[in-house]
């Protein structure tokens, strides 16, 4: 058990609170991926946006060169509200932009990129491979060539040769799973493929790759902590006395969950990305377990829908459902701060610590966020209490930015952006957000303004 306070829900000492970001939703001007190349096209992202600028985090001065000037200002703005690390991601296309050719000038930046994190007290988590790829890649065939785990393990020793002094904390690659089911199966992400088999490649593909980054981070780098970030959906039977409402729900967790988590620790490569091989530098290949929670799903039988494993997906109908693009019908997610306690249950069965990596929610006034990261971290606490070794909470995310086929008009940050002028204004959940760091845990009387309907369920002891 865990320090518990009778007037703050404390986390351990030492607990990161950071924020989440990645190089292509922040740097802008990003112009040699397949993202680039993508929005391009028609139809492809919300109202044709592009990401354009971003949140100009790699911006260009007057006199032409690289300017971290804006960075710098975010990183303050991290720092000020109270937290001690932030995740970034490192943009392939930049630091090698054609095959084989590095450019140094770009590891530089990075590095100084990291400095300016460091020297405010944040602690940097760097992401390999968030989404992007760079254009030579995916001609080459990108994550279905099988020589992409050799470039990549050769881009990932150029970085952790570049930042290693300044890094502990690595994610080899951001949500292998959404990759390739939003780019190869769903066709929102480029490259717009609707192709199960291709799905299943990439997958694993990126499994075996994360394997050998693994590796070649620990030869360089003994005392690394080396993770990949996994976007875990909690599925939950439609009616848990139903045994084939459960298989259903278990049926997608392990295709959706399992099959990567299964692979990192036990170095499985389970169906459907193998016949259950065990790949030698796939085992034990995680020192820690990164969490990208934001929604849970209900999971029902369903005899009419052979092509989705004959199951049917849907929100709990008396749920409350986060915003989505204006116009769109559909729900981001549902909204569900106890599916991030039984993610962590879950996650800890795998015997590694965790950090939540993600967790965030779509709010274009701000009025659900604040709720959201209190009840979230208020479940996450809950976990720690029965054992969980949760070490830190990544918000997604600092400045509204660039959300993938949803554009502009998804805002997750907890800063908003005036994208004319380039104005940050801090949301009334950046506070909260802050609060909660500061006191390294959530207060009760902060709990009591943004969600006095869960003060009794913690302080009261009702959850258990
Ligand atoms: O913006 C994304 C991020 O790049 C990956 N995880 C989910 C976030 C919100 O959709």
């Not at 950071?18 to 991926?33: F, L, P, S, W």
Request: glycine share 8%; net charge negative; with cysteine.
């Amino acid at each position: 058990m865990t320090n518990t306070s009778p007037s703050v829900l404390k986390m351990p000492a030492g607990f990161l609170w950071g924020v989440a970001t990645a190089a292509h939703q922040n740097e802008g001007r990003n112009r040699n991926n397949q993202w680039a190349a993508w929005e391009a096209k028609p139809n492809r992202i919300y109202r044709g946006q592009r990401a354009g600028a971003a949140t100009a985090w790699w911006d260009i001065s007057p006199e032409l060169d690289v300017s971290l000037e804006t960075a710098a200002a975010d990183f303050d703005r991290a720092a000020e509200l109270g937290l001690n690390s932030l995740r970034l991601s490192v943009e392939w296309s930049r630091i090698e932009p054609a095959e084989g050719v590095f450019d140094y000038s770009a590891l530089h930046k990075y590095a100084e990129m990291i400095g300016l994190l460091c020297a405010r007290g944040l602690e940097p988590m760097v992401t390999l491979h968030h989404f992007t790829d760079p254009l030579w890649l995916t001609e080459k065939g990108a994550w279905e060539n099988p020589l992409t785990e050799d470039y990549f393990s050769r881009f990932v020793e150029r970085v952790v040769d570049a930042l290693g002094d300044q890094v502990i904390l690595w994610c080899t690659i951001n949500e292998p799973i959404v990759y390739a089911y939003n780019g190869f199966l769903e066709g929102v992400f480029p490259p717009g493929a609707r192709s199960l088999p291709r799905t299943i490649k990439v997958l694993r593909r990126m499994l075996l790759a994360h394997g050998r980054a693994y590796r070649t981070i620990h030869r360089m780098q003994s005392d690394a902590q080396v993770g990949l970030a996994h976007s875990m959906r909690v599925f939950l039977p439609a009616n848990p006395a139903s045994a084939v409402d459960r298989r259903a729900a278990a049926l997608l967790d392990r295709i959706s969950n399992r099959t990567t988590l299964d692979a990192i620790t036990a170095g499985r490569l389970a169906p459907p990305v193998g016949f259950g091989e065990t790949v030698t530098y796939l085992m034990d290949s995680c020192d820690y377990i990164g969490l990208n929670y934001y929604t849970t799903i209900h999971v029902a039988f369903d005899p009419t829908r052979p092509g989705l494993f004959f199951t049917r997906m849907f929100f709990d109908p008396s749920a409350e459902l986060s915003d989505t693009v204006p116009g769109d019908t559909e729900a981001y997610g549902e909204i569900n701060p106890g599916g991030l306690y039984l993610a962590l249950k879950r996650l800890a069965t795998y015997g590694k610590p965790i950090y939540i990596t993600e967790n965030g929610v779509p709010d274009h006034d701000d009025d659900v966020r604040p709720r959201f990261i209190a009840t979230h971290l208020a479940e996450a606490w809950r976990a720690i209490q029965e054992g969980v070794d949760l070490r830190g909470y990544y918000h997604w995310t600092l400045v509204d930015n660039f959300e993938w086929a949803a554009g502009w008009d998804l805002p997750f940050g907890l800063f908003e952006l005036d994208r004319e002028t380039g104005v940050r204004t801090p949301k009334a959940s950046s506070a909260v957000y802050g609060r909660i760091a500061q006191a390294n845990g959530v207060p009760c009387e902060l709990l009591e303004q943004v969600a006095p309907a869960s003060v009794s369920r913690y302080f009261g002891g009702e959850y258990t």
